[in-house]
């Protein structure tokens, strides 16, 4: 199969009748052999029965229905685990994502031979305070922590070639840094194409505020477990281990000049407690690397590595 079409969708009846035409028309005007994956993120609304009914007129439609709402990233995953095509393709369910987009994205992967192309919304339909701005800070820290020259990281708007895919996992709202996620999995082809960006049609959008918070967690959570998940001790007790001989000196200073030399007493001096402050701090930090360390050896992705080929074995 050359192509599967992954769509995550939470209320949205409304567009995917005009989306799985608008889909079908570009894929078959390239004469590709496609699914496209529905999946149903624990709508409210119709959502579902529209899904089967578009199934009904198109075999390649497909669908899986959530029990309940998990979010976009677990949505992408179980698209990502039942996807059969060469080349994945992720798009909103909003129509904000223009499907005579799919060729260029398609040839990217194909002939180009990129692992991942994201979508760049460079001219956006959306609020300017609520979205773009904050939408530009966050592509900026992104940027600067992964290493990755993309301007758009959360486009909904992407392609993949199938072993990326098949090697990564989303989870919690990681969905924002699937492209980091690529990368610290090992592939570094990783492009981008300008694409069409379009006004919602119909519904409302599906994140509210809390995706300035949780949006910035994930990125620190994803920075610190591909850097070092599985060497938190490298971490902590490098630090943990500075701060502590940092307090031991300013100690040790402190005791000579009280013994010896102008004979102030020790807690009369503000120094005094800075240097009680960095022996906790570096004893505690150490302690918690020792623990991450002790938690990462029991945990059953210790020795999880990607292979990407074997001769012989
Ligand atoms: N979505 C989902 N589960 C959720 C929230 C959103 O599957 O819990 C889908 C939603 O239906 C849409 C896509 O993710 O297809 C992007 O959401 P939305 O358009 O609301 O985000 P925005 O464009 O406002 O960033
Ligand atoms: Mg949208």
């Known amino acids: ?81 039942a996807s059969q095509g060469n080349v994945i393709i992720t798009m909103d369910a909003d129509m904000q994502d223009s499907p005579d987009e799919i060729p260029d994205l398609y040839n990217m992967i194909i002939r180009d031979g990129f692992d991942l192309v994201s979508g760049w919304k460079k001219k956006r339909y959306d609020n300017t305070f609520t979205k773009n701005i904050p939408s530009k800070l966050f592509n900026a820290a992104a940027r600067s922590m992964s290493k990755i020259k993309l301007h758009d990281f959360n486009c909904g708007l992407k392609s993949y070639s199938r072993k990326v895919v098949k090697s990564i996992e989303v989870y919690g709202e990681m969905h924002r840094y699937v492209p980091v996620l690529a990368k610290w999995a090992g592939f570094r082809k990783i492009g981008e194409k300008v694409v069409e960006h379009r006004a919602r049609k119909y519904g409302v959008t599906k994140f509210g505020w809390s995706r300035f918070v949780n949006g910035f967690l994930d990125l620190m959570t994803i920075f610190f477990v591909g850097k070092f998940g599985k060497r938190p001790m490298h971490f902590f007790g490098l630090w943990g281990t500075l701060s502590f001989m940092f307090g031991l000196l300013v100690f040790t200073y402190l005791s000579i000049s009280k013994f010896f030399l102008d004979k102030t007493g020790m807690t009369q001096r503000p120094l005094f407690f800075f240097a009680i402050l960095a022996m906790i701090i570096g004893t505690q930090l150490f302690l918690a690397g020792f623990i991450g360390e002790l938690i990462s050896r029991n945990s059953v992705e210790r020795n999880n590595y990607l292979i990407e080929e074997k001769l012989g074995v």
């Open 1 to 81: 199969m050359d192509l599967s079409i992954v769509i995550p969708l939470f209320n949205e009846d409304e567009s995917l009748p005009e989306l799985a035409a608008w889909i079908e028309r570009v894929v078959n005007a390239q004469g590709y052999s496609y699914e496209v994956i529905m999946i149903d993120d624990g709508s409210t609304d119709r959502s579902w029965e529209v899904i089967e009914k578009l199934r009904q007129g198109n075999a390649n439609i497909k669908g899986i229905k959530f029990q309940r709402n998990y979010g976009k990233s677990a949505a992408l995953n179980e698209g990502f685990k």
